[in-house]
């Protein structure tokens, strides 16, 4: 039995069989319509969302299954303070697979080590957001025609931004990627996706914070949040938040078949009125993510029933006497947790934290 809690749990084969399959299922949804008949998807979501939760939910009705769940975390038990580990332990008594999103980096990964069926991570803090990334494949693959050899342009957030995290660590492994790193220097990528990802692998990229000049060489223009919820300090937001608007003159800069992402929700960074233009892929996006997920919960299923037993952690390298520096990480809330690092660069001695991949200190 395996969970996703990471975009790097699946290899490139598997993400190319999940869009085939998410492919297959929009061909011919009168297929799928039986395939998951008695089975339960728990919705676990202790942070707001409208797309993913109501995606997930949408893609196990149209498999056949059920759903049950919460929407918040203050009608579920945690508000009377349970552990995301007894969570995971308890609704794996109701459900046959679980989708988790929380607001704390790691949990999710908490959960899977914890549970007894599959654990999808459905955004962790401002961490990961694999299934997001999902979406984004299926929609590059269908907008573009490929996966590689292409230059992404990364836009916003690219700090906290969870759904820009996942995608650099997918798209790094297809051919001929290129990124262009669009972002104010306060929100600039975090070290756990530039030294682990783009720098290990030697991955071409530029950092930026003019939109306008980045615009001609793009092929794809991945759009984001400036995230309120994110920000400790209130004036930090206000002053970020309007960084970059995509309007209609800046698509004039753009090539006529440069496509548009956004994970959504957006705010103000993408001018309604580009809804219009072609290139606004960000709507088919959204739905693109239900037919993933529709994919992902069959292959998960699948090997669960195939292999009911909990993958192995290998923790025989581990350190657990350095201290986790980020506030959000699980590690600092969840009930008897121990702190617990893995060696990310045997040459500079990085040890990263297993939740939440900051660097442990001392
Ligand atoms: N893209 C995304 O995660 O949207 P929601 O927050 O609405 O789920």
Redesign the pocket.
Known sequence: MRSLISILDLSVEELDELIATAKDIIARPEAYRESCRYKKLATLFF?????????FEAAMLELGGSVLGFSEASSSSAAKGESMADTAKIVSCYADIMAI?HPKDGAPYVAARNASVPVIN??DGQHN?PT?TL?DLLTISREMGRLSNLTIGLCGDLKYGR?VHSLIEAMSRYEGVKFVLISPAELKLPGFVRYNVLEKLGIPYTEVTSLDDAMGQLDVLYMTRVQRERFDDPAVYERLKDSYILTKEKMELAKENMCVLH???RVNEISVAVDDDPRAAYFRQ?LN?KFMRMALILKLLKEAEENPRREKVEDGGWRHDLRCPNSRCICHTEQELPPAFRLTDREAGIWRCVYCEQVGVE
């Open positions: 942070e707001p969302s409208t797309r993913t939760r109501l995606s999103r459905a955004g957001h997001q979406a759904t994970p959504l929700p959204a993510g």
